[in-house]
T-cell receptor, first 114, second 110 residues
Framework: DGGITQSPKYLFRKEGQNVTLSCEQN?????MYWYRQDPGQGLRLIYY???????QKGDIAEGYSVSREKKESFPLTVTSAQKNPTAFYLC?????????????FGSGTQLSVL | QKEVEQNSGPLSVPEGAIASLNCTYS??????FFWYRQYSGKSPELIMS????GDKEDGRFTAQLNKASQYVSLLIRDSQPSDSATYLC??????????FGTGTRLLVSP
């Protein structure tokens, strides 16, 4: 079945630790995105990538890093510089490069700080 | 002013009633608009998209867009308890970037 797979479902981070969230899609979509969701704040864009080996900062990129070495994969690293990482992280992809895109979401990763 | 604004709710309606969810946006050049439904602890799922002024119907759902007034709404007819969820309004800013509202929580009571 085609879709977007995020792992792990739950992740715990210790103080000063970097952690990486995985996102893989087999939809052959060009664009991929990472959103963060906090209670009562909706979804906020962290990073996005339109093509392989290229990515752009979103609205809240500080403390995060990404890579796009393969079309199918867009991992997100939450670095120790992100002081408030506890949130629900959502990866998404879309197939079109014009304005009328539709996002397809993975099942999300809940990150908590120990 | 937030780019996309929604009333956080909760909006409570009885089963069988019409639920009306509203969203306003600030950027006049926005061209495409989306409604996502999100159950607690789950990821959002797209239920409606609308690009032109007027109404767009899909089953029990109707999206309404008024670009002059910069609002988009979602009507849910014959509301069911299974419709209880948070509904997110999203507006396309161009360059493949969606901006989401904070969502409206809908509660449908049996």
């Amino acid at each position: 079945d085609g879709g977007i797979t995020q792992s792990p479902k739950y992740l715990f981070r210790k103080e000063g630790q970097n952690v990486t969230l995985s996102c893989e899609q087999n939809l052959n979509h060009d664009a991929m995105y990472w959103y963060r969701q906090d209670p009562g704040q909706g979804l906020r864009l962290i990073y996005y990538s339109q093509i392989v080996n290229d990515f752009q900062k979103g609205d809240i990129a500080e403390g995060y890093s990404v890579s796009r070495e393969k079309k199918e994969s867009f991992p997100l690293t939450v670095t120790s510089a992100q002081k408030n990482p506890t949130a629900f992280y959502l990866c998404a992809s879309s197939s079109k490069t014009d304005s009328n895109e539709k996002l397809f979401f993975g099942s999300g990763t809940q990150l908590s700080v120990l | 002013q937030k780019e996309v604004e929604q009333n956080s709710g909760p909006l409570s309606v009885p089963e069988g009633a019409i639920a009306s969810l509203n969203c306003t946006y600030s950027d006049r050049v926005s061209q495409s608009f989306f409604w996502y439904r999100q159950y607690s602890g789950k990821s959002p799922e797209l239920i409606m998209s609308i690009y032109s002024n007027g109404d767009k119907e899909d089953g029990r759902f109707t999206a309404q867009l008024n670009k002059a007034s910069q609002y988009v709404s979602l009507l849910i007819r014959d509301s069911q308890p299974s419709d209880s969820a948070t509904y997110l309004c999203a507006v396309n800013k161009g360059f493949q970037k969606l901006v989401f509202g904070t969502g409206t929580r809908l509660l449908v009571s049996p």
